[in-house]
């Protein structure tokens, strides 16, 4: 079996506030293992030690206690951060520089030069559609455009591991979709890609394995299969049912003791989908 | 992104110890930024301020309108090149952990170290071009004035030069353009260092900018009275023990910027000491290790 991508052992961090002496315990014993290759979801409310544990496995903080491993390495370990390409939550890059600036500028640091750098720039700004605003200054970036060049920074070492903190908050549906559509191309390319979030709907379209965290503590964990359905009930979508048909149906169920109908209707599209929808069909139309 | 899938394989790339080539990627990023706030304006006031006192210049005597030329200019560097080092300085590192640019950084394969010496580098790279130039302005204009002066004086003698005015002119000379100057440029430029590495070390812990601003500001005028305070305040046999050695420690921790002022001497005209430079020299050298040392230690652990 391949090394995991991200192991956390027993993972504590108690942070101290103020002088008072009194201690919040953000993150408390976790456990939990992203293999590679995989897309994993932590999911959890406001507060729940989603970013505590996302900052210890990046290093910006040290464990209270337990463990935290990238491919085997340590967290602070120097070496582990190659193998890391992190976008955080509504990240403010510096505005004086223009998209392909910013990613040169990342790419050095990871100690990229030259033809190799500038071919990895013109490659990313291609993948994340931002190549017709490579010359803008960020400070001029919508909110989905300054994602998507994050996303482009965080992949510029072409690192492993992929950690994403609320890759989409505060982005348009549209906006949101074409994050989500990046998080699936980087899944088909063989990146891990470990997912922090409180927006479900988003989690169960581009997850393999989710944990749900409240209160620092690890309250479910498995395939998103294993966590949303629902053993005891059964869904059936018909189409161009008759009257005669559904009435035979209703029957046949009335006649078993146990069965029972929850909820009958016309399937219904979600308004985010209503919306892109409608955003794709206005841009259809004004390119006609 | 087709080949991603082989280089995804690959084991953990090692990170050398230090690298140069980091630490100037950071000192660059932090030049542009403060070039694109548009720092460098500030040059113009500057050579206003030059044309205005070199023009509109009210003093009884040629050699004393050079030396005004000198001592204004050369204050007005000195006193944009701290001011400049303080502020620039204690608003790059908080204005990153506030935008998280910080977090992307140091995610990066970046050591602590590196991001701390890039942020001063790209800080004293600004106020170094800011000298430089200020410096090449001033001397343009001290020259420029001083062979105007010389022109008149011989121009006013038309039977020849005479001693006297022979003796105006080498007056005019002694207070005009020299190269020793330039070692006031320098000073200027390594108290700014001094003071920068200061303000570092109190952003790597402070809570605010305007503390950051407020203390460094302290610091560089107490330094100021360095050797005056401290002997004064040693000498006396009165002191028990503890105040001895918090003076002690008072003289350790707080630079002692009047190392630097024998550049004012030199403003006036005075000659130029070696010693002095290789002490000054030698001293900002000792100032910005143990500064950015204690700033590391700091700076190593900090939780963002």
Same mark, same amino acid.
């Given at each position: ?74 967290? +602070?370990?120097?070496?582990? @951060?190659?193998? #890391?390409?992190? /976008?955080? &939550?509504?990240? $403010?890059?510096?505005?004086?520089? =223009? ?75 549209? +906006?949101?979709?074409?994050? @989500?559509?990046? #998080?699936?191309? /980087?899944? &088909?390319?063989? $990146?891990?890609?470990?997912?922090? =979030? ?91 | ?304």
């Amino acid at each position: 079996m391949s090394e995991p991508a991200v192991e956390v052992k027993n993972l504590t961090k108690v942070f101290s506030t103020g002088l008072s002496k009194n201690y919040v315990v953000a993150v408390d014993n976790l456990s939990f293992e992203v293999a590679a290759g995989e897309v994993y979801g932590l999911i959890g409310p406001n507060g729940s030690g989603k970013s505590t544990t996302m900052k210890v496995v990046l290093g910006l903080m040290a464990a209270s206690s337990g463990s935290a491993k990238v491919f085997g390495l340590d967290s +602070g370990d120097i070496r582990a @951060r190659n193998e #890391i390409g992190f /976008l955080p &939550e509504n990240p $403010y890059f510096y505005k004086h520089l =223009s998209g392909e600036e910013t990613l040169k500028f990342y790419g050095k640091l990871c100690g990229i030069k030259g033809s190799e750098l500038k071919d990895r720039i013109a490659d990313l700004l291609k993948l994340v559609d931002l190549e017709n605003a490579a010359n803008r200054r960020l400070g001029g970036y919508s909110k989905g455009m300054l994602q998507r060049i994050g996303l482009a920074q965080t992949l510029i070492q072409n690192p492993r591991l992929v950690i994403l903190d609320e890759p989409t908050a505060g982005v348009d549906p549209v +906006g949101s979709r074409q994050i @989500r559509d990046l #998080i699936l191309k /980087l899944k &088909e390319d063989g $990146y891990t890609v470990f997912l922090c =979030s409180h927006l479900l709907e988003q989690v169960q379209e581009v997850c393999d394995r989710v944990g749900i965290i409240f209160k620092g503590r690890m309250r479910r964990e498995g395939t998103l299969d294993e966590l949303i359905q629902i053993d005891s009930q059964t869904a059936m979508t018909l189409e161009n049912a008759s009257p005669e048909l559904m009435s035979k149906i209703h029957d046949l169920i009335a006649s078993d003791e146990a069965a029972g109908i929850i909820e009958e209707g016309h399937p219904r599209t979600t308004l985010e989908r209503l919306f892109i929808q409608i955003a794709d069909q206005n841009k259809k139309e004004e390119s006609a | 992104m087709s080949d991603s899938k082989t280089t995804l394989q690959s084991p953990a790339r090692s990170v050398p110890l230090f690298s140069i080539s980091r630490v100037w990627t950071l000192a660059i990023s932090t030049l542009t930024q403060l070039i694109r706030m548009k720092t460098f304006y500030f040059l113009f006031a500057f050579a206003v301020l030059l044309l205005v006192i070199g023009n509109f210049n009210f003093a009884s005597s040629p050699a004393q309108a050079l030396s005004t030329i000198k001592k204004v200019s050369f204050g007005a560097m000195d006193l944009f090149a701290w001011l400049f080092a303080i502020v620039a300085t204690a608003l790059l590192i908080p204005r990153d952990i506030e935008d998280r640019t910080l977090y992307t950084i140091l995610s990066k394969p970046v050591r602590r170290i590196e991001y701390l010496l890039g942020k001063l580098g790209g800080v004293l790279i600004v106020i170094g071009i800011s000298l430089s130039v200020m410096f090449l302005v001033c001397a343009g204009m001290i020259q420029w004035q001083e062979m105007g002066y010389i022109a008149d004086e011989v121009s006013a003698s038309p039977n020849g030069i005479s001693d006297e005015t022979r003796q105006a002119i080498l007056l005019i000379e002694k207070n005009g353009f020299h190269s020793d100057l330039a070692v006031a440029a320098l000073a200027s430029f390594m108290k700014a260092a001094v003071v920068a590495s200061v303000t570092i070390l109190l952003s790597t812990f402070a809570s605010s900018s305007l503390f950051t601003i407020i203390v460094s500001v302290l610091v560089f005028l107490v330094g100021h009275a360095h050797t005056m305070a401290t002997n004064f305040w040693l000498a006396e046999t009165d002191n028990n023990m503890v105040v001895q050695m918090l003076l002690k420690l008072f003289k350790i921790i707080i630079p002692n910027f009047q190392i630097f002022s024998f550049s004012e001497g030199i403003v006036q005209g005075a000659a130029l000491v070696p010693a002095l430079i290789w002490q000054m020299t030698g001293l900002t050298g000792a100032y910005l290790v143990v500064f950015l040392l204690l700033s590391l230690l700091t700076f190593v652990d900090k939780e963002f």
